[in-house]
């Protein structure tokens, strides 16, 4: 048997351990799962004679080194900033590593080492990134193949809320991490080219500088710009490429009435509020607005947003119940970010029986014998329920099979790399069309960029 040792196993895990432990007899595979929780590092294996699951501490060398050493093949699905010390026992104790986190710096210092013991560390093969990067490349690549020449590339993914389960006014509810939800633009102006030209999007404005898309059958959606598109450049080889533009996607209107929460300061998360575990809520939104005498809370919030009794963001705001006198942050030295997740999570934690859905959206735009060419290629994928959502799906799967492709040295260029070469991209993302995850590509008229399309 080859054994495969799976560090965290969190709501993210639940499809790469199902899926793994489907193939564990056929694959000849051992699956080791290892969390602080002891209960969820069991709850998928109980009685499957291929897996079983450990208390494991990533901080306890020993124990951590030891889970390590007795592995064919390491999964860490733990958070990236986690990823390092694994990371340092495969190389020493000659383990291949997968992982669905962006590469770090330290990540990619461990690469020489990586390559001189011949072992793959594969990364950013989740969802965003992963089957992002996957699916750009294999149209990229076809592009080039025919001699064409890239003009223009646009790519956007969001975790939503599944159609059937999207009844609040905010078309929205929390299909991952709430506290990068609240955090997401933070950190750095945005940057990106739009027709040959740099652009760039301080925090103060990112979500008022929001781009319109359609999907067939799903309608219309808004997207607001990440971080930094500009390192795709290389990553994708785009060099002399005129548009390169990634985004985030919502409902229309969310960035908007999200900006609400930004202009008052609600997302900062680098300072702490005096006595926040007795703040009721509305005490909370009371520390945002200037003191008066005479004027409500109600009256005072709207003056600072500029907004009207009858106004769609101030049923938005009513809609979170964010002035309750009887809620309480009930969170010692928390910061305005960490009340506000603590507000929104009354209201977009996903019910029992909702679903989660992720939507992807790319534009490749290019020229080829003289004529100006765009495929649109866009993924919609719904979760199953609560456990096997699409968010796990999108994100544990392709994990999993590259692991077994590795194991199986159908991947073999060793080193920390991204999944953009056609060794990984063409068979995974091949297999992932077996579980629903897949693409559906239109040709259309080449416009470029369409300022039309960008509002604020």
Known sequence: MR???????????????KYLLDKSEAEELFLTIGDLNIQNAQKFTSGHPNGRGILLDVFNEPQRREAVENADLVISMLP???????????????????????ISNEMQLLDPMAKAKGLVFMNEIGLDPGIDHMSAMQIIDRIKDKGGKMLLFESFTGGLVAPESDNNLWNYKFTWNPRNVVLAGQGGAAEFIQEGKYKYIPYNRLFRRTEFIEVDGYGKFEVYANRNSLKYQSIYGLKDVLTLYRGTIRRVGFSKAWN???QLGMTDDTYNLPDSETLT??????????????DSVELKLRHSLKIDQDDLMWEKLVDLDILSKEKVIGIKDATPAQCLQKILMDSWTLAEDDKDMIVMYHKFGYELDGKKHQIDSNMICIGDDQTYTSMAKTVGLPVAIAAIKILNKEITTP??????????????????????????????????????SVIG
């Open 3 to 17: 054994n495969i040792l799976i560090i965290g196993a969190g709501r993210s895990a639940t499809s790469l351990i």
């Open 80 to 102: 990236a900033r986690f990823h390092i010390e694994v990371a340092k026992d495969c190389i020493e104790f000659g383990k291949h590593l997968v992982t669905a986190s962006y």
């Open 260 to 262: 609400m929460f930004v």
């Open 281 to 294: 809520y509305r005490d909370f939104v009371n520390c945002f607005l200037p003191y008066s005498p005479t």
């Open 415 to 452: 080193g920390v790399q991204l999944p953009i070469k056609r060794e990984v991209y063409e068979p995974i993302l091949k297999e992932l069309e077996d579980y629903g995850i897949n693409f559906t590509e239109k040709e259309v008229p080449y416009l470029g960029y369409n300022p039309d």
